[in-house]
């Protein structure tokens, strides 16, 4: 007969702050009654279903991780700190989604400066950025205008799932293209969402 061994002590002292999943849903940054081809129950269940449930989700994953006792084995901790960087970027990409919104879709002088010296023209990166999300229509991900400090330069990137992004880089624009973002307003209209999204822009 094995011998019995006590379970692992887990420590009831607080968890250390990377462990605390103590993260908060941030407000939407502007009246979802008046953006432009969005409708406020699409913005509302966009904001509180999806960017609510990936906060609520990491905080919970993060809690977990604190828990482990000594001995897991690792891949225990290996499966939750995969669906930690998940949930952990899809909450700051919601953020910067949401944060792009709630204007009238007109570039500043020092955008257009910034993008311009990197696709030629204004004209020329918008349509890379919008063919870009495009090609995810029917499927999930992101467009991202990415600010690279290595170059000093700006350039979009195709962003499946929530593990991809540029390491380092600076988000300056972000379009979710995962189908929660405008079914309900769009169905499978993804060009009319990204027109929407474009009239929205901040």
Not at 25 to 36: A, E, H, I, N, S
Not at 151 to 176: F, I, R
């Amino acid at each position: 007969m094995a011998e019995d061994r006590p379970p692992p002590q887990v420590s009831s002292l607080p968890l250390p702050l990377a462990y605390q999943g103590a993260y908060q849903v941030q407000p939407l940054p502007f009246d979802p009654t008046k953006l432009t081809g969005l409708s406020e129950k699409l913005l509302v269940s966009h904001h509180q279903n999806n960017y609510g449930g990936a906060v609520r989700r990491l905080n919970q994953i993060q809690q977990q991780l604190g828990h482990l006792p000594p001995d897991a084995p690792p891949y225990q901790r290996g499966s939750l700190k995969r669906e930690e960087l998940i949930a952990t970027n899809s909450m700051l990409l919601h953020e910067s989604y949401f944060g792009n919104l709630g204007k009238d879709g007109k570039a500043s002088r020092t955008a257009v400066d910034l993008i311009s010296a990197a696709y030629g023209t204004f004209d020329a990166w918008e349509h890379d950025f919008r063919v870009t999300g495009m090609a995810l229509a029917e499927g999930s991900g992101w467009v991202i205008l990415h600010y690279n400090p290595r170059d000093h330069a700006v350039h979009n990137y195709w962003a499946w799932d929530h593990t991809h992004s540029l390491a380092w880089g600076m988000p300056l624009l972000v379009m979710d293209m995962y189908e929660h973002a405008y079914h309900i307003d769009y169905g499978a209209n993804t060009g009319g969402y990204v027109d929407a999204f474009f009239r929205n822009i901040q």
